[in-house]
């Protein structure tokens, strides 16, 4: 199976603020990875799909970006509604394989 | 509006038989590039796919837990439903269903399965004697 780990898996940040994500598949997934968002007690959230396409209702702070073994998720200015547990997802293969999740905080 | 459901037991023993079922609606399970798949998560960890059904009936599993799972459909009834044997302690999670627009061939010819658009609020599964 593919291996896809996720960096960092706490990051502190404020209001306002440009993070990033970072994903990195164990092999070359050409452009077959998603995003969610999950928050505490609910079902994830599909944000990003084809490494950078924006699902629909999805506000546009969020971008997606990468092919092959690296990806980005990138949230342009932090909003309070933003602080939750992020997860990337490959389906290059039959076998699909999530990353072990980064966890957005506030600072 | 697309909606799924998941229900089952909140509570199994140990070498017992887990039997969810995901009733769906807002599509068909017979729409041809639809499918289900059932993803689940411990506590406090990561999400684990588990099974997928396509709507031709032919199915996909986790190479880690192939053997100890089964997923079919009932198209008539809107619903998917996964069994999965010999419940341990360490498969306490939530158990999600979840859609999939659609899927893929790859360079081999096999199926693969796009990301989950919408999601079922998710059943926690408790395994304790």
């Known amino acids: 199976d593919i291996q896809m780990t996720q960096s960092p898996s706490t990051l502190s940040a404020s209001v306002g603020d440009r993070v990033t994500i970072t994903c990195r598949a164990s092999?070359?997934?050409?452009?077959?990875l998603a995003w969610y968002q999950q928050k505490p007690g609910k079902a994830p959230k599909l944000l990003i799909y084809?490494?950078?396409s924006l699902e629909s209702g999805v506000p546009s702070r969020f971008s997606g970006s990468g092919s092959g073994t690296e990806f980005t998720l990138a949230i342009s200015s932090l909003q309070p509604d933003d602080f939750a547990t992020y997860y990337c997802?490959?389906?290059?293969?039959?076998?699909?394989?999530f990353g072990g999740g980064t966890k957005v905080e506030i600072k | 509006q697309v909606t799924l459901r998941e229900s089952g037991p909140v509570l199994v023993k140990p070498t017992e038989t887990l039997t969810l079922t995901c009733t769906v609606s807002?599509?068909?399970?017979?729409?041809?590039?639809?499918?289900v798949s059932w993803i689940r998560q411990p506590p406090g960890k990561a999400l684990e796919w588990l099974a997928h059904?396509?709507?031709?009936?032919?199915?996909s599993y986790s190479t880690f837990l192939k053997s100890r799972l089964t997923i079919s459909k009932d198209t008539s009834k809107s619903q998917v439903v996964l069994t999965l044997t010999n419940m341990d302690p360490v498969d306490t999670a939530t158990y999600y269903c979840?859609?999939?627009?659609?899927?893929?061939?790859?360079?081999?010819?096999?199926?693969?399965?796009?990301?989950?658009?919408?999601w079922g609020q998710g059943t926690l599964v408790t395994v304790s004697s």
């Open positions: 979840a859609r999939t627009p659609s899927y893929y061939y790859d360079g081999s010819g096999q199926r693969v399965i796009y990301y989950f658009d919408y």
């Open positions: 807002g599509f068909s399970l017979s729409n041809s590039r639809v499918g």
């Open positions: 059904i396509f709507s031709n009936d032919e199915k």
């Open positions: 092999q070359s997934i050409s452009s077959w």
């Open positions: 084809k490494a950078s």
């Open positions: 997802q490959q389906y290059n293969s039959y076998s699909l394989t």
